[in-house]
T-cell receptor, first 115, second 112 residues
Framework: GAGVSQSPSNKVTEKGKDVELRCDPI?????LYWYRQSLGQGLEFLIY????????KSGLPSDRFSAERTGGSVSTLTIQRTQQEDSAVYLC?????????????FGPGTRLTVT | DAKTTQPTSMDCAEGRAANLPCNHS???????VYWYRQIHSQGPQYIIH???NNETNEMASLIITEDRKSSTLILPHATLRDTAVYYC?????????????FGTGTRLTVIP
């Protein structure tokens, strides 16, 4: 079956522009997670969804970052007024449910470059 | 969730066992030890996890010390495709996905 997919795979944008990153989780997975990985850094948790609701948004670095999930499936991470420090690989993962961590399947990521 | 400490990098000869250590001295009783790896340009991949007992699967073995303050991931016969960054993560399986901390991991290079 299909895994987690993300689009675009690469995005180059000018500072100050808004960007939208998309994640298609594995069908049937109710939990969805967003992470980012800056160059030379470990993975940084951003937000997770259980269904369409986001119980924990504490990892979002600023109010320029928002995310939504509709229909319990596709999720969009939006970054407004991008800054150069937003440059990173943004990873999405999904799992059957949020209470257990086993089986968190990751997508290939979106490499965002802010110039 | 408890923090972990791993060496920044390690080398291993192809065909030999790769032993990757992890310290988690502040681990609490309900926290599991998980290992993930990330091959260049790919998303992280789950390897193995454990609570107290040593665990083995088709990919690796996990050895957890009796006091649970450290663990070792063992790749029994490393191949070039095992070159990756290996992350040791400690968290409770009962909590939600908040405040996850992967750290910088160990960059394993398997040498021909």
């Amino acid at each position: 079956g299909a895994g987690v997919s993300q689009s675009p795979s690469n995005k180059v944008t000018e500072k100050g522009k808004d960007v939208e990153l998309r994640c298609d989780p594995i069908s049937g997975h109710t939990a969805l997670y967003w992470y980012r990985q800056s160059l030379g850094q470990g993975l940084e948790f951003l937000i997770y969804f259980q269904g369409n609701s986001a119980p924990d948004k504490s990892g979002l670095p600023s109010d320029r970052f928002s995310a939504e999930r509709t229909g319990g499936s596709v999720s969009t991470l939006t970054i407004q007024r991008t800054q150069q420090e937003d440059s990173a690989v943004y990873l999405c993962a999904s799992s059957l449910e949020a209470s257990g961590w086993l089986g968190q399947y990751f997508g290939p990521g979106t490499r965002l470059t802010v110039t | 969730d408890a923090k972990t400490t791993q060496p920044t990098s390690m080398d291993c000869a192809e065909g030999r066992a790769a032993n990757l250590p992890c310290n988690h001295s502040t681990i609490s009783g309900n926290e599991y030890v998980y290992w993930y790896r990330q091959i260049h340009s790919q998303g992280p991949q789950y390897i193995i996890h454990g609570l107290k007992n040593n665990e083995t699967n088709e990919m690796a073995s996990l050895i957890i010390t009796e006091d649970r303050k450290s663990s070792t991931l063992i790749l029994p016969h490393a191949t070039l495709r095992d070159t990756a960054v290996y992350y040791c993560i400690v968290r409770s399986a009962r909590t939600g996905a908040n405040n996850l901390f992967f750290g910088t991991g160990t960059r394993l290079t398997v040498i021909p």
